[in-house]
């Protein structure tokens, strides 16, 4: 929040909420005193109106800002850029860890500058939550909690203590520790407020609480009405240091619901559906807003599952304003009175209160869904958009196996069976989407229940985990009875935190996994979670599939996805009978009556001491002193190469002679095939440094958690075992073609060599560049293998922003050019004809491309700089950089 509002429109106003009096700056009255009405406003730039007239300054903020928000309405689009002013940061430990040693580093920067280190700190609260790096090593037994949990702390002991010496060392910094759920149900259940509230100059001020995010599902947090969304560690960082988020004034998408869920249809299957028709639709880069009178019948949770993946349908977020339901869950999870009555009292007097009688707002486009026509669905087996009803399942398996490959088997070593094409071997409730919502959590325990009552239990091939996103889950499922089923059929408890969904599904045993290898199997996996692009959830699974937490127990039942569960049985009962789906599903008035015993006392007593963290936890050694002490022989924690304080640069075009092209893409290429994730293989260059450092491949641990080591990270960048480099030919993996040569080898040790050879490169791509979470080393990366600029056809949001933000430059062919009109085979210079001339957000700049027959062709590209603070981020090397440089004069 900026120390002082100018206050242009007369806005300051006084409250009073269970007996505590606040000022806020009252959307009305700034209506009243010249800024025209706003009343019809969708509720997203509401509340980012309240922002800009809280924190008008006269600089970042001004009040022509303020009127082209206002004046949104008249055209509902706007080309106007502005600053948005988070109330806080909300981190995980695979993006925070990066993000903290960036802020060690800084201080390191300013001390070599003769500046006082406690400059860098974060300037609003940053929550970190340590949720990314259990790994589902046992399962389907009941020591696997325990056994996962000392694993986490024995691999993750070194970042683990550094991120303790940042919770002492940094001002504004908290850390919940290992073993207490995901940031996003985290958040959800304890962290927001919905109304935010702080003293400043001896008043207290009450405003909308609002966040970004180091992880792209940030947005579940919009099921609560808190506006917020996920953006690159890189955004992060400028944020806590007290920089704004420039943005140009959104496009805000109406969905309205209609109508009431059917018997038997999940939240799960109504994301599914809203996911695939707004990915149709085209939402990138928008807000979408929920309104209309099945809101009504949707729970918080069920409008958290909903926001959570608007990553997956391409937009900045998905917000529910605030009602009724809001007051309930805060109620609910254990938020003291005085909260709940500020929200209401707030939420009334500013108009973002929502019934099912007011005038709807006024959006720029407007879609529609009636609940009732939401089918039970799952989606894959690569991309979460790409839904599938229930009964088409069979089908869209046996259309994703290689041709002539439907009958392949193999023998699993050591028993009586085999694993066939499409047989189920991970079946994983993992947190984040869905284990937020008690409705589909006592579902699946119900189906657990009937089953093993039926006598079904899942099949041996099949990996079976429940990592839920918070403790309370565990709570209600124990009391429920239920968990004592779930465990039957080998869903016990593996950890809290992101599994199987980051890609921590852990290793198939041993000859399950050679009958994968061995049979060139296209296995599958089913889970709860939201993401399941190639390479993603396991290196040996092709196929993943998004699914309810109940149907992932059934399909752990069924042992295979080339199944109709809507006809054919899942298995033989003790009597020797077929059962059904049907036969085990459970009714919505059994759930109902389930979810009725979540109480508020089990949220209070689960994060009553949220902070305090596992004996484990607590004894770690933690160094001392305002700068950290690096260790150069660590392979977890060291200090990057980003930062150096320099004059500040002018805002001039690039030129970029004789680039040669590192990779040539596809669509659809996302942070998941740039950005280091999953399990570091022994024989690729990350692998290889370890190993030259005496690591041996049983310690690896995974990339995420060696995110603060720069030379890990680059040598993981490109290297997913799923990319498909077109100058490759047709090899899968990190490689690539070193030119004029023509030799084939690993995109690292490519880019290293031009590196020294003084070759600049760039990245050429399809659409959707850069989809899936918001990876800064996927820019990061970018930036050390020594690409200048990536040219795409389009971007998704967060990655562009991200490789502005480390210096690297976006440019974007214009419409009906693209790599394959221009029938490029990665052989070919670019040249980029800046000129020298001053560099403008959204203008063009031509590209030269020199062909190996001497002709050369002359090229348009649209320079995706999009602000003009984009501009001096860029100008400056990067986003840090820049702040850096601001900070220290």
Request: charged share 25%.
């Amino acid at each position: 929040m900026a120390k002082f509002s100018l206050d242009s429109f007369r806005s300051r106003r006084s409250l009073e909420a269970g007996g505590v009096r606040y000022d806020y700056f009252s959307l009305a009255a700034a209506s009243e005193a010249g800024l025209g009405e706003v009343t019809r406003l969708p509720f997203t730039l509401k509340v980012l109106l309240e922002n800009l007239l809280r924190t008008e300054d006269g600089a970042a903020v001004t009040a022509d800002d303020i009127r082209a928000l206002a004046g949104w309405l008249q055209s509902r689009r706007s080309e106007h850029e502005i600053a948005f002013s988070p109330a806080r940061v909300l981190m995980q430990d695979f993006t925070g860890v990066p993000a903290v040693v960036d802020l060690a580093a800084m201080r390191d920067a300013v001390v070599r500058a003769g500046g006082d280190p406690q400059r860098i700190n974060p300037q609003i609260p940053v929550d970190l939550v340590i949720d990314h790096s259990v790994m589902v090593d046992k399962y389907a037994m009941p020591e696997a909690f325990q056994f996962n949990v000392e694993m986490e702390m024995e691999r993750n002991r070194e970042r683990y203590a550094f991120l303790r010496w940042g919770q002492l060392a940094f001002d504004n910094f908290r850390v919940v520790p290992p073993g207490t759920g995901i940031c996003h149900q985290v958040n959800l259940e304890y962290l927001a407020r919905t109304v935010w509230s702080e003293e400043r100059d001896g008043t207290r001020i009450a405003y909308p609480d609002t966040l970004v995010g180091t992880d792209s599902h940030t947005t579940m947090i919009n099921g609560l009405a808190v506006l917020g969304w996920g953006v690159g560690g890189i955004e992060a960082e400028a944020a806590m240091l007290g920089q704004p988020i420039s943005m140009i004034i959104p496009e805000v998408v109406g969905f309205r619901f209609l109508g009431k869920l059917r018997e038997g249809v999940t939240a799960t299957d109504l994301v599914l559906t809203v996911t695939e028709q707004l990915r149709k639709f085209g939402v990138v880069g928008k807000f979408v807003e929920f309104f209309g009178p099945g809101l009504s019948q949707l729970s918080l949770a069920d409008r958290a599952t909903i926001g959570n993946m608007s990553p997956e349908y391409g937009a900045t977020c998905g917000f529910f304003p605030i009602d009724q339901e809001t007051l309930n869950y805060l109620a609910l999870t254990g938020r003291d009175d005085a909260t709940v009555a500020l929200v209401e009292k707030y939420a009334k007097v500013q108009g973002l209160w929502r019934t099912d009688d007011m005038p709807d707002p006024l959006f720029t486009d407007v879609l529609e869904l009636d609940l009732d026509s939401v089918k039970p669905s799952l989606a894959g087996p690569k991309r979460p958009q790409d839904r599938v009803d229930l009964d088409r399942l069979r089908q869209a398996t046996e259309a994703a196996f290689p041709a002539g490959e439907e009958g392949k088997s193999a023998p699993v070593p050591g028993t009586d069976f085999a694993v066939r094409q499409g047989d189920v071997v991970i079946a994983a409730i993992t947190s984040c989407t869905n284990t937020s919502n008690p409705a589909v959590m006592m579902g699946a325990g119900l189906l657990a229940k009937k089953a093993v009552e039926l006598g079904l239990s899942q099949k041996p091939w099949v990996k079976t985990s429940l990592a839920p996103g918070s403790k309370v889950v565990t709570d209600y499922l124990a009391k429920s009875g239920l968990q004592k089923y779930l465990d039957q059929i080998g869903f016990n408890l593996v950890g809290y935190g992101c599994t199987t969904c980051i890609g921590n599904s852990g290793p198939l045993t041993g000859p399950i996994a050679e009958a994968v290898d061995a049979g060139k199997l296209s296995v599958s996996a089913v889970l709860s979670g939201n993401r399941n692009f190639e390479g993603r959830i396991h290196p040996q699974v092709k196929l993943s599939w998004l699914a309810s937490p109940p149907l992932v127990v059934a399909y752990a039942l069924a042992g295979t996805t080339r199944i109709d569960l809507s006809s054919e049985p899942l298995g033989t009962g003790k009597k020797g009978q077929p059962v059904y789906l049907k036969d085990i599903w459970p009714t919505n008035a059994e759930i109902a009556e389930l979810v009725k015993s979540v109480s508020a006392a089990m949220f209070r007593a689960k994060y009553a001491d949220v902070f305090h963290g596992e004996p484990s936890w607590r004894e770690l050694p933690v160094p001392e002193g305002e700068t950290y002490a690096w260790d150069d022989d660590s392979t977890y924690v060291k200090e990057p190469s980003f930062f150096e304080l320099s004059e500040s640069a002018p805002a001039r075009v690039p030129t970029i002679r004789q680039a040669r092209i590192l990779a040539l893409l596809g669509d659809s290429i996302t942070t998941d095939h740039i950005s280091p994730a999953g399990s570091i293989r022994p024989d690729s260059p990350a692998g290889k440094y370890l190993q030259e450092r005496k690591i041996s491949p049983a310690d690896f641990n995974s990339y995420g958690s060696r995110r603060g080591n720069h030379e890990v990270m680059m040598r993981g960048t490109f290297a997913n075992i799923r990319l498909k480099n077109e100058m490759a030919k047709g090899k899968e993996g990190g490689f690539t073609r070193h030119l004029p040569d023509g030799a084939e080898t690993t995109i690292f040790d490519a880019a290293m060599r031009y590196a020294e050879e003084e070759v600049p490169l760039v990245i050429v791509a399809g659409k959707e560049y850069g989809t899936g979470s918001s990876r800064d080393w996927a820019a990061k990366g970018t930036l050390l293998l020594g690409v200048k600029a990536v040219i795409a056809e389009s971007y998704e949001r967060i990655h562009r922003s991200n490789l502005v933000g480390m210096g690297v430059l976006p440019l974007q062919f214009t419409k009906g050019v693209n790599r394959q009109s221009l029938k490029l085979d990665g052989s070919e210079l670019v040249d980029l004809l800046g000129g020298g001339g001053e560099l403008r957000p959204g203008q063009t700049l031509m590209a030269r491309i020199q062909r190996g027959d001497g002709s050369q062709e002359e090229v348009e590209l649209l320079v995706r700089i999009d602000t003009a603070n984009e501009i001096s981020y860029y100008v400056n090397g990067g986003i840090l950089n820049y702040v850096l440089q601001k900070l220290m004069k």
